[in-house]
């Protein structure tokens, strides 16, 4: 008999909202901290696109850093639910000034950073998370916030005077006494519930209770369908609380990554380690996003448009998948079934991601590379992401070949015809311009607003010719 998982449920919790408590009640554990907020007064933080592109929502929650220190973490509230806010600390635009201006609003003052300032609360809160946190570049402090009017010069200036000055208030203070370690819930009101385990084995049997529930860890794309189309679920895990699946183990031979550390964890801690996961996590989304989503959930939505599993593929990955009956491994190439489909059973997560540093037995290099194609850079979904592995023999002949794309098929792929091709030739333009009528009718993308079929036919094959470019 299951055993069956009992925590002590309630119909409100309490977060701190400002320095002050704000306790949410009988409220859809759906309802996005943005909407909570607007309700509540709170309309500093302004509500822009909805989907995590705009930054306008942007505040500040207190969680750690990849080091386990407290850090203040920019995040789009249109994208977080309220009941993954359960007993943190969250800070708004309004919550900084304390009777007088903050630096960061200072800055953003004397620099004219601010024209309409619709736009203005969210480059603040972003710019007051890396303020703290010791990185003012523009990739980290206003890489997820767009400015229609203002221009960004203005405010780039501001995060450069914010630059020569070290924090020394009461954010600072307070900051390295502040406890971010969550705690578990279970939030029950009468449509939904909420649960939020800070063990794995509980997170466990909750699916053997509830085989129907909707897993969630950092929720930026099932906050997707929260804010734009309003969609609850009777039953949500949370996983971001379970320290199991927080881990992040490297030997000389592989990494094993769990399936909820945050991106902008993985970004710190594996730099220089995978190059083409560097990249494609540099284009994944803005700081805000990578503070929040997970690598086991950008594969577990099984999006076709999804931009790490194409690098994941090309590295070989292998994912840890567990229940209560045990867990087991499968390679990623064999996860994916059809769109959104995958092969993960009843009453299984995914535990963790292992990818092997080793190249192909023989080969003395690697060469390894990932690309994006979208309408912007940072904040737009991949119109054809791509992630390529060659190694070769001291004669530059090719040992082994991976090449993987999304956005051209119902779901990540690699091209196996096309692998096989590959392998035993010279590693020449002449090789690579060879594949490429192979390559582009390999795959029979969709054509619709982002790109048409034979764009992203060419882009297949393009990418790959670029690739070789770059490390001839």
């Known amino acids: 008999m299951t055993q069956q998982v009992s925590p002590i449920s309630v119909t409100d919790f309490t977060f701190t909202l400002n320095g002050a408590i704000s306790r949410v009640k009988n409220l859809a554990p759906t309802t996005t901290l943005l909407h909570y907020l607007r309700q509540n007064g709170y309309v500093g933080t302004k509500e822009g696109c909805g989907d995590g592109d705009c930054g306008a929502c942007t505040v500040n929650i207190v969680g750690k850093d990849s080091h386990g220190k407290p850090q203040y973490q920019a995040v789009n509230s249109c994208l977080v639910p309220i009941g993954a806010i359960a007993g943190r600390e969250v800070i708004t635009a309004e919550g900084i000034a304390n009777g007088q201006l903050h630096p960061v ?96 084995s509980e997170a466990l049997q909750l699916l053997q209770q509830y085989p129907e529930a909707t897993l969630v ?177 001291a004669d530059q002949k090719i040992l082994h070949a991976r090449l993987a794309y999304g956005g051209v098929a119902a779901t990540p792929i690699r091209a196996i015809a096309v692998e096989s091709m590959l392998v035993g030739q010279p590693w020449t333009i002449e090789t690579v311009r060879s594949v490429k009528p192979a390559l582009h009718k390999v795959f029979t993308p969709l054509s619709d607003l982002r790109g048409s079929t034979d764009y992203r036919k060419m882009l297949v094959g393009n990418l790959f010719e670029k690739f070789f470019v770059e490390h001839s």
């Open 217 to 393: 860890a950092g929720a930026t794309d099932l906050g997707l369908e929260m804010s734009w189309h309003r969609r609850t679920y009777p039953v949500l895990i949370s996983l971001e609380a379970i320290a199991d699946l927080k881990q992040i183990n490297q030997t000389d031979d592989y990494v094993e990554i769990g399936a909820a550390v945050p991106l902008s964890h993985i970004e710190d801690l594996l730099h220089g380690v995978f190059p083409s996961l560097d990249e494609m996590l540099h284009w994944f989304a803005a700081r805000q996003i990578r503070n929040r989503a997970t690598l086991g959930g950008n594969i577990g939505t099984a999006s076709p448009i999804g931009d790490l599993p194409p690098v994941l593929l090309v590295l070989d990955a292998t994912l840890k998948l567990d229940s209560v009956e045990g867990d087991r491994s499968l390679r990623l190439a064999d996860f994916f079934k059809g769109y959104r489909q995958t092969e993960l059973k009843q009453g299984e997560i995914i535990y963790s991601v292992t990818i092997p540093k080793t190249i192909a037995s023989g080969a003395t290099k690697r060469l390894s590379q990932s690309y994006k194609i979208g309408k912007r850079g940072t904040d737009d979904i991949s119109i054809v992401a791509a992630a390529f592995v060659i190694d070769l023999d």
């Open 105 to 200: 609003q200072t800055a953003m003052v004397e620099t004219a950073g601010s024209q309409c300032g619709y736009c203005t609360p969210g480059f603040i809160m972003s710019m007051f998370a890396a303020y703290y946190n010791g990185s003012l570049s523009n990739d980290i402090c206003i890489e997820g916030n767009l400015c229609r009017c203002t221009g960004y010069i203005p405010i780039r200036k501001a995060a450069q005077q914010l630059a020569t000055t070290i924090p020394d208030d009461q954010f600072s203070t307070e900051l390295a006494q502040k406890n971010s370690d969550l705690v578990a819930i279970a939030y029950i009101n009468a449509q939904q519930q909420f649960y939020r385990p800070t063990e794995l």
